[in-house]
């Protein structure tokens, strides 16, 4: 590492030019009448977005277990109150061990990859043992591969495929009299299962099933068992076109004497509904999440659904909480409000089986968990306001975290314009507001990266290159390439210690939603991320990148690497092919293009000249070749330049900049004094703001 003073010759090429909710799909540009909305249904676990292989509930009032059909709602169980629930879909799974060793089955579970393992009790002669499932899984094929894999991964040949297939032992009025023969039947060793169905006459029965194999001949081999042992007993194949429960016995933690019922339902158009009467539901696979109204869970598309539904304007008061937050001014979550009213109800039904997600590819909405008064008095303020076009049908209101400044123009998302979206600038940096400064320092091995500025003191002292030195003053702290705290995608590359000293560079604003600076990227990190995304592939390797187009407000809208245009669906996309980055309104600083002027007047252009930098470090008289050096320029301007390309995006704003700024609405309301009326108007152009049919 050296640091070098030159001349004008260098070019920075670093002028500046960063949560939201909706994910951008290509708009078709069409307006839908507005239509009343009493309860709307929430995907919180599906297919399209994301699900897991089961939903445990608890609610503090106890829950109502039961099916839904057209002709209403049967309640079939009842849970005492905290007492935690599990359900999954009766399909294929992998029984990977059957073993008294409680230790050995939590070890075994915990090593099945994307949490799909479940722990089963039973008994065997008066003795508990634990059987390891993974799955579940729609076919045999699938079950198949995923049991190579297992296999593979757990050093273990002997994992069975189970299924849903069962012999129906017996049917009974009385819960006991069915538990009393699946104590028989496992004082053998045969698992057996209590089943909720029910009768012809649509009254609840309690039945013995045994089986939950993968195909026929297993079935048969249970048959022959059974008989010996039982010889009484009328084994019938079970014809899983009714709703049914099978009911296991699993352990909901690392406690062997805790178990829970999970439940397993036939994924044959079977909808579960459960209720609480006198509290919110809590999903533990949502983050612990608790939510309003009523759980549905089916199967859609062979994977388990999670529907919350709830009444529509209560939804109000979770999206809103979420989207913007309690402290916010009361006229922007009023404009909020509006905004996400008229969004889920333009939708329709969009998943099929439930209106919205509960992402921030529609609206990020966590339940009842973030609900505040201030929020709630918001939405009730504006109930059933919605947002009209010019023709009377409601408008899709784009709206994001932070324009950075300026707001987007439609030409610059997609190519079909949008009547009542245009570019206007938006008072974004609020978002700045109490965020803490960050030193770019060296450390004394060369590593360049950044620190807070709480963690460092300044001193009187300058290095050889005029630079200062600052001081550090807690142990332990961490060094990351970029000014900001992620440990995912920005983990720290060093840690220093108080009384360190640090060459400092310069001092940047934390990254935030208005103004912000990624890591480094190198050539083949973001070449891979590019190909990924793009309908084209860069082959070789990536040796430039350059923005060739941009729009109206400054947004990408193309980019050549090694000379070739990168070629994506719509503009927006190149936020993910640049590795999800926060907005289209960036710069790219690629730290291997530069230019020098020598003392001669003649200039070297790199990496395009075949000529090597050297540098003269301070107090020798050797040169040396370096991978990595820091440049100023005349005007004081500081650039980390490599030999090999890296790619720095440094941008403002935060999503994809139609419509209403999160942000912009905020300083507008706050500082400006717009209130809810002025805001919308102010981000959709001739747009009429009504009450919903």
Known sequence: MSLIRTGKGIKLGLVFVMFFSMILFQFS??????KSLEDIRVALMIQSLHTKSSATLVANGGLEIGIRESSGIKKWVSEDGSEKTKVSLDQYMLKIIETSDFNQATSLSEKVEGSSAFIFKSNRDGKPMYQVYAGTYASISEAKNIKSSLEKSLNQSDIVITGPNYLSAASYDSKKDAENLISDLSGVGIDSYLVYQENNKGDLMYSVWVGGVANQSDLNDIRNKITSSFPGLELKSVEADFPYLVVRNGLSSNDKSSTIPHYFLNVNGQKLWISSDSSDIKIEEKYNRSYRGNIEITQYKDRLAVINELPFEQYLYSVVSTEMG??????????????ARTYALQLGMKYQIAHISDTTFDQAYKGSTVENAHVTNAVKDTEGMVLKGSNG?????????????????????WDSPIDYVQSVPSPDDIAEEG?????HV??????????????????SKKNAGGFPIVKVTDNQINVRQAPFVNN????????????????????????NS???????????????????????????????LEITDRGPSGRVLEIEANGTVIEVSYPDRYRTALN??????????????????????????????????HVIDSGSTSEKAHSEFIVLNGENHIRVLTEEPQFRIIGYGYGHGLGMSQWGARQLAEFVGYDYKEILKYYYKDVNIEKVD
């Open 29 to 34: 540009g069409k307006t839908y009448a507005a």
């Open 442 to 459: 060296i450390l004394a091995n060369g590593t360049i990266g950044y620190i807070r500025t709480d963690f460092t003191s300044n001193t």
């Open 435 to 439: 965020l803490l400064l960050w030193d």
């Open 580 to 613: 999800s980055i926060r907005s289209t309104r960036f710069e790219i600083d690629q730290t291997n293009n530069y230019t020098v002027l020598g003392a001669d007047g003649n200039t070297l252009e790199f990496p395009d000249s075949d000529e090597r930098l």
């Open 393 to 413: 049908d409601l408008i899709m209101p784009f709206y994001y975290s932070n324009a950075g400044g300026l707001t987007a123009a439609p030409s610059e998302i």
């Open 326 to 339: 309690s402290e916010w001014p009361s006229e922007a979550l009023k404009a909020q409000a509006i905004a």
């Open 488 to 511: 995912e995608i920005n983990a720290p590359i060093a840690k220093v210690r108080a009384g360190d000293q640090l060459i400092l560079l310069d001092q940047v604003i934390e990254s």
């Open 514 to 544: 208005y103004r912000w600076i990624t890591k480094p990227y190198s050539a083949d990190e973001l070449l891979e991320s590019i190909n990924k995304t793009s309908n084209n592939v860069i082959t070789g390797e990536l040796e430039s």
